[in-house]
């Protein structure tokens, strides 16, 4: 079973803070993904990675960075923090090569409040 | 603009009935589609897929029906549990290992 972990769980920030979302997997996944979660919206990538070094932009990139310094880690990195990024932020894993081609793996989130 | 789209938002059926969720898609090239579950405060966690060359996948009360003229496909979910209840999410990939376009999802609610 694949295991990914986010921390922390819970995180209140205020306007124009810096937050670090940090996410790990023990699963050797060469891809990883952050998405937010909003009632409404469903669920949308912010940034994804197919490897250490590597990040590319999802669909909604504007406002965060995003680290991939080893195949393990992948962090999500607001600079200045707004209310309007107040959400539920999900990291997930897979890898399209292994047997469960394509099956992402998520994270049991990290809920964000900015004040 | 959204590539996936989910009707119903909301559903409630009683135990026992059989629940069908609802996706279509824009993008003809799309040719993997997962169906999440997410129960309150989880992560989603994949529960049945289906690629664009089949019409149709079974996985013990969870069936995908799919219809590629029409880019539509449902979720049949037979003899619906109360701990089916859960948020279903709907999503689409082009080729393999890129990335996936989630519907808005749809809440399912099983009532004994």
């Known amino acids: 079973e694949a295991a990914v972990t986010q921390s922390p769980r819970n995180k209140v920030a205020v306007t124009g803070g810096k937050v670090t979302l940090s996410c790990n997997q023990t699963n050797n996944h060469n891809n990883m993904y952050w998405y937010r979660q909003d009632t409404g919206h469903g669920l949308r990538l912010i940034h994804y990675?197919?490897?250490?070094?590597?990040?590319e932009k999802g669909d909604i990139p504007d406002g965060y960075k995003a680290s991939r310094p080893s195949q393990e880690n992948f962090s999500l990195i607001l600079e200045l923090a707004t209310p309007s990024q107040t959400s539920v932020y999900f990291c997930?894993?897979?890898?399209?090569?292994?047997?469960?081609?394509?099956?992402?793996?998520f994270g049991p989130g990290t809920r964000l409040l900015v004040l | 603009q959204q590539q996936v789209r989910q009707s119903p938002q909301s559903l409630t059926v009683w135990e026992g009935e059989t629940a069908i969720l609802n996706c279509s898609y824009e993008?003809?090239?799309?040719?993997?589609f997962p169906w999440y579950q997410q129960f309150p405060g989880e992560g989603p966690a994949l529960l049945i897929s289906?690629?664009?060359?089949?019409d149709k996948k079974e996985d013990g009360r969870f069936t995908i029906f799919f219809n590629k003229r029409e880019k539509k496909l449902s979720l049949h979910i037979t003899d619906s549990q109360p701990g089916d209840s859960a948020t279903y999410f709907c999503a689409a990939m082009r080729g393999t290992g890129s990335k996936l376009s989630f519907g808005k999802g749809a809440k399912l609610t099983v009532s004994p």
């Open positions: 289906i690629r664009s060359v089949s």
């Open positions: 993008d003809s090239t799309f040719n993997y």
């Open positions: 997930a894993s897979g890898d399209p090569t292994g047997q469960c081609q394509d099956t992402q793996y």
């Open positions: 990675s197919y490897g250490a070094g590597s990040t």
